[in-house]
């Protein structure tokens, strides 16, 4: 069992059973990491690795603990507990032919973030990718928000690709709202429609985004000096730096600082001696991780 103090606490929400590579950062910077997963597929399981403790709640979460519906999708990763919107097939085949085979069932294990955390002493990031649960699960988690303060990524949408459910307008306003702020997008999903291939080179269209909130630096000021530690590799894996370095400041953690350098200079080392290579054989790379 690894010591509770020295844990990274995430929540993995729609994980189907695999954490994304480039959380190996994490391990390589020898943190450790409690991960907490939730998924209606009560048989999506994780694979085990050293220095992650996982915890599978084994709960779909939502903003009650009411019964839902969820829609599996012959690509399992495209399920929902939103219907898939027929209308989508004025796209391209391949978006929308898997995900308009679908079953419904009726999950009984529901449950929210707040009420399953609501002893817990921290949270530090939260990863929700859900095909369009994330305002739902947003909302059964506000008070969880304010008071852990994590770091959250989300798989949001900008086209109605499941019938009713609320689109990424909505999430930044509920989340600007709490008291966080926008700190950066990329693209989750981007659609061509359908020509019979007369056009493929057309300009596609962006059907959805991920995007990463951040508490803004008063939200932080009621955590204690651990807490606000345990944001700053967060907040590094994701390349804001400065943003970690005006947190510790404004809080007088001066021991962490040169933890926050070494980490700084890890990156900045890496990034120039690949730069040059990366530049000429691809012609540019993201040095920063996808948000989700």
């Known amino acids: 069992m690894i010591n509770e103090k020295e844990l990274l606490v995430f929540l993995d929400i729609g994980s189907r059973g695999e ?14 990491l409690k991960i907490n997963t939730f998924d209606i597929d009560l048989n999506a399981e994780l694979n085990q ?5 996982y915890v599978n709640h084994k709960y779909g979460l939502s903003s009650n603990r009411e019964p839902k519906e969820f829609y599996f999708c012959e690509q399992a990763s495209q399920s929902s507990c ?3 919107n027929k209308k989508i097939n004025i796209f391209e085949k391949k978006h929308y032919e898997k995900r308009l085979n679908y079953r419904k069932v009726i999950s009984q294990n529901i449950s929210t973030i707040d009420d399953l955390f609501s002893t817990e002493k921290k949270i530090d990031f939260i990863k929700c990718d859900t095909q369009g649960s994330e305002f739902d699960i947003s909302l059964g988690a506000k008070e969880s928000l304010k008071r852990f303060c994590p770091i959250v990524a989300l798989e949001t949408w900008c086209e109605s690709v499941y019938s009713n459910m609320p689109l990424d307008f909505k999430i930044r306003a509920l989340y600007r709202e709490i008291g966080y702020q926008l700190f950066a997008t990329d693209i989750a999903a981007a659609w061509r429609y359908d020509t019979n291939n007369l056009f493929p080179l057309s300009r596609q269209r962006l059907i959805g985004e991920n995007l990463l909130f951040v508490p803004s630096l008063e939200m932080f000021d009621q955590l204690n000096e651990n807490e606000v530690i345990s944001k700053i590799p967060i907040l590094c894996f994701f ?17 962490y600082i040169p933890k926050l350098e070494k980490l700084y200079n890890q990156f900045s080392n890496k990034r120039k001696l690949h730069r040059r290579i990366l530049q000429k054989l691809i012609g540019g ?6 948000i989700t």
């Not at 790379?285 to 996808?290: G, M």
Request: aromatic share 22%.
């Open 82 to 84: 939103y219907e898939p």
């Open 19 to 32: 954490i994304p590579n480039e959380w190996e950062w994490f391990l390589k910077n020898k943190f450790k």
């Open 49 to 53: 690795k050293e220095n992650i403790e």
């Open 285 to 290: 790379h993201n040095q920063y991780p996808r």
């Open 239 to 255: 390349g804001f730096y400065d943003y970690a370095y005006n947190l510790l400041k404004r809080r007088k953690i001066k021991r």
